[in-house]
């Protein structure tokens, strides 16, 4: 008997794109092979907070194989390519592959995880720290790592600072050398520096 394919979409979106809308139905799980996308929530206030990036190799969206709307507005930060997974072909797979079930399985786990980070890193210490943080999250931890994409607005968002705050800080990182600017919202990262201002 053949095998039917997997319908998976290859989408790609600019900065700035939105991949789905918090509260809308959650049809498609989302595997990101490219970028990093930023997860919105709306605060009681009617704001818009950020509660979690996630990069490549992440999987979000997965309150679709439960059948419940999205928990968050998902946008691009940067120009980035997702797979996009219809749940009902997930249920169907993994009716007849405990490995898929064991594969999602591990995934959701990884997106626990990753909130648990965004808890842990990127929202105590000093907002120095934080920048930093959040910098060699986006940039990698290789030498002549490169971060791009984050606006003053979404780094404050994210790491519950003032905007005014996030330039400070980012002024003072590149006339320490720390970080140096590349063009707009993009800079080439001193990561053993930026590694040290971490960990204080």
């Not at 842990?120 to 060699?136: C, F, W």
């Amino acid at each position: 008997m053949a095998q039917q394919p997997f319908p998976i979409d290859r989408l790609s979106l600019a900065a700035g794109d939105p991949l789905y809308q918090e509260g809308s139905r959650a049809r498609s799980v989302f595997s990101i092979v490219g970028g990093v996308v930023k997860l919105e929530k709306i605060s009681p206030s009617g704001g818009r907070r950020i509660v979690r990036l996630h990069r490549s190799g992440d999987a979000i969206g997965l309150e679709a194989l439960l059948g419940l709307d999205y928990e968050h507005t998902a946008t691009a930060l940067r120009p980035m390519s997702v797979c996009r997974i219809p749940s009902v072909a997930i249920d169907e797979l993994g009716q007849r592959s405990s490995r898929l079930v064991k594969q999602l399985m591990a995934r959701w786990h990884q997106a626990v995880h990753q909130a648990d980070l965004c808890l842990t890193l990127l929202s105590t210490g000093s907002a120095r720290a934080r920048v930093a943080r959040l910098l060699l999250y986006l940039g990698g931890a290789g030498r002549g790592s490169v971060c791009d994409g984050l606006t003053r607005e979404d780094m404050a968002s994210l790491l519950s600072i003032t905007v005014e705050t996030a330039s400070r800080v980012v002024a003072e990182f590149r006339r320490r050398g720390v970080i140096t600017a590349m063009g707009s919202n993009r800079f080439l990262l001193a990561t053993g520096a930026l590694r040290e201002i971490a960990e204080n």
